[in-house]
């Protein structure tokens, strides 16, 4: 039928063109768009549903375009379908998303009352290091005090005696 319009090589209209030069007829979506050539046009059987043809029927006509309508009907059903499924899986992920927001923050509030008592108690560490050490440090120098002067006394008395 169709095929055999463009029997040369690649399709091309005349025989022995190839590819290289001349040109191709339309094959797929680009036909149903562009539609039959006028050869092929001639030589179809006249169409009963071209509303503008010679050999219109009202019935074939009225059949087509009900069957285009349940055809168009079943892909809205689909196309709803598809969308409420979207819909569902989207609004789950929405759902999933703000409960981990909301464990999120529930941590970070306790973590953040965990790092305040440790800070706290770093403070309080802190302040107790700096007592030890300046306790220490009052006996290291009365230590030390105590140990000169127990040098001095030694070596005088070892001098005496």
Do not use: C
């Amino acid at each position: 039928m169709a095929e055999a319009a463009g029997s040369g090589a690649g399709g091309s209209p005349e025989p022995g063109t190839g590819t290289g030069g001349g040109w191709r007829r339309p094959h797929g979506p680009l036909q149903r768009y562009y539609g039959p050539s006028a050869a092929e046009t001639a030589e179809a059987a006249p169409d009963p549903a071209d509303i503008n043809g010679p050999h219109f029927d009202p019935e074939v006509f009225l059949n087509k375009l009900l069957a285009r309508e349940a055809a168009l009907g079943r892909e809205i059903r689909a196309l709803d379908s598809d969308m409420q499924t979207l819909l569902y899986e989207n609004y789950n992920k929405f759902i999933s998303a703000t409960d981990t927001i909301r464990k999120m923050k529930v941590d970070f509030r306790r973590m953040e009352a965990e790092m305040d008592d440790l800070a706290a108690n770093m403070a309080a560490i802190s302040t107790s290091s700096a007592r030890v050490s300046a306790a220490l440090q009052d006996r290291h120098r009365r230590g030390a005090q105590l140990a000169g002067t127990a040098r001095g006394r030694g070596g005088r008395a070892g001098v005496r005696g």
